[in-house]
């Protein structure tokens, strides 16, 4: 099975512009989860959907929101970037949510 | 809240040697899971090792084993015969399984594995 994929995995955008990073699951996975990594904070859980529905948000404001299709793929949004939300961030995926996540190679954002 | 607490930012272990790092967690939750994770340089976050808190077995994957001791709340990885790939940044994780839908892991800040050959 092909692993989880993150496209672009590379983005480099400037203060107050929006971002859209996408992350497609392991076949068959139906929960995708998203963690941003930073030096300072360390992997921070951001939110999880399954079949299309956010089911748990971490504690991040409105900025970032997310979202999923009916395949199982996963979309997340940063409006208004900040120099502080430069970051890695991963996408996990898993069958059903309880399960081992699996995660994909992650997008490194600069905002300058 | 669930935390995680890795109190070693590094450590180093010649090759073909055994190295154990250490992982402690604060949690009021009865079922679990514990985990570590391996994030070499390239980022790839690659799964190690799971342990279900319900299971006294300590969980064996190959060359690493983890020391699971539930009542202190410790979980440590030990990795055998280290090989140059072994370096890397190793993250313990906790997932709550009681039920509910809360699914997220919270990471511990991580060790750094340095192998000298």
């Known amino acids: 099975k092909a692993g989880v994929t993150q496209t672009p995995r590379y983005l480099i955008k400037t203060r107050g512009q929006q971002v859209t990073l996408s992350c497609s699951p392991i076949?068959?996975?139906?929960?995708v989860s998203w963690y941003q990594q930073t030096p300072g904070q360390g992997l921070q859980f951001l939110f999880e959907?399954?079949?299309?529905?956010?089911?748990n948000k971490g504690n991040f404001p409105g900025r970032f929101s997310g979202r999923q299709f009916s395949n199982s793929r996963s979309e997340m949004n940063v409006s208004t970037l900040e120099l502080g939300d430069s970051a890695l961030y991963l996408c996990?995926?898993?069958?059903?949510?309880?399960?081992?996540?699996?995660f994909g190679p992650g997008t490194r954002l600069l905002v300058l | 809240a669930q935390t995680v607490t890795q109190s070693q930012p590094e450590m180093s272990v010649q090759e073909a040697e055994t190295v154990t790092l250490s992982c402690t967690y604060d949690?009021?939750?009865?079922?679990?899971?514990l985990f570590w994770y391996k994030q070499p340089p390239s980022r790839q976050m690659i799964l190690v090792i799971r342990?279900?808190?319900?299971?006294?077995q300590n969980a064996t994957e190959n060359r690493f084993s983890v020391n699971f001791q539930k009542a202190a709340k410790s979980f440590s990885l030990k990795i055998s015969d280290s090989q140059l790939g072994d370096a890397a940044m190793y993250f313990c994780?906790?997932?709550?399984?009681?039920?509910?839908?809360?699914?997220?892991?919270?990471f511990g800040k991580g060790t750094l594995l340095t192998v000298n050959p």
């Open positions: 996990a995926s898993s069958w059903m949510g309880e399960e081992t996540q699996y």
């Open positions: 076949s068959g996975h139906r929960s």
């Open positions: 959907y399954f079949s299309e529905t956010q089911r």
């Open positions: 949690t009021s939750e009865s079922d679990y899971y």
């Open positions: 342990q279900e808190a319900y299971k006294q």
């Open positions: 994780a906790y997932r709550s399984a009681d039920g509910g839908s809360n699914y997220k892991l919270t």
